[in-house]
């Protein structure tokens, strides 16, 4: 299973824009990218998830380079409520299991 | 109603002891999973199913196993309970084979193992 790596924490102002980065160096060709957020202890939402095109949705935007090898999940206008621990994974498309790392801490300040 | 709903939400028991942790599903997938969750880190996978006869072991699948009694249900246990087990534990379920299906999860048990 591909690796993430991300860095531990974040901080963003309300109304800008939130960049997310993500190294999945070891990706293979049939792995999705998914992202989560956690919320305190509740259990994980799901965000987006891409293979090879960029993707937008109501939520966010994410961006993975030409090479696989790191995308970046973009809040347009991150608000307190975006705070959170944002996970980045690799799912495999034949086994199906998603291996989440540590993830990203994000504060969202006024 | 929540569409996946753990029991018990909170549980505090003695070492030695034998719990289960019940997951039901109103979602109709077919695909169901265990995960744990410590202090400061990321969800570990512990078990996961994808139909009623199909049982996978995850990450970290010692000192549990699992039971799938229906389609709409998963269950975890633990023969004898450790300290190290105090953990938040989540269940979670997916519907597509494969390819882009998002994980639902339920809001968690928190398990304490005196």
């Known amino acids: 299973d591909a690796k993430t790596t991300q860095p531990p924490s974040m901080d963003c102002a309300e109304g800008r824009a939130a960049n997310l980065p993500c190294n999945h160096s070891?990706?293979?060709?049939?792995?999705?990218v998914y992202w989560y957020r956690q919320i305190h202890s509740q259990g994980p939402q799901y965000i987006i998830h891409?293979?090879?095109n960029n993707e937008t949705n109501e939520m966010a935007s994410l961006i993975i380079t030409e090479d696989r090898k790191s995308s970046t999940l973009i809040l347009p206008h991150a608000t307190l409520r975006d705070t959170a621990v944002y996970y980045c994974?690799?799912?495999?498309?034949?086994?199906?299991?998603?291996?989440f790392g540590t993830g990203t801490r994000l504060q969202v300040f006024p | 109603d929540a569409d996946v709903t753990q029991t018990p939400r909170n549980r505090i028991t003695k070492t030695g002891k034998r719990i289960m942790l019940e997951c039901s599903q109103t979602?109709?997938?077919?695909?169901m999973y265990w995960y744990r969750q410590d202090p400061g880190l990321g969800l570990r996978l512990i078990y996961y199913?994808?139909?009623?006869?199909?049982?996978n072991k995850g990450e970290i699948s010692d000192g549990y196993s699992v039971s799938r009694q229906a389609q709409a249900k998963f269950s975890l246990s633990l023969e004898s309970a450790i300290p190290n087990q105090t953990a938040l534990y989540f269940c979670?379920?997916?519907?597509?084979?494969?390819?882009?299906?998002?994980?639902?999860f339920g809001e968690g048990s928190r398990l304490t193992v005196l």
């Open positions: 199913s994808f139909d009623v006869k199909d049982i």
């Open positions: 070891t990706i293979s060709g049939n792995e999705y």
């Open positions: 891409g293979l090879k």
């Open positions: 979602k109709g997938h077919d695909r």
């Open positions: 979670a379920t997916s519907d597509l084979v494969g390819a882009a299906g998002e994980l639902f």
């Open positions: 994974i690799v799912r495999d498309y034949n086994t199906d299991k998603l291996i």
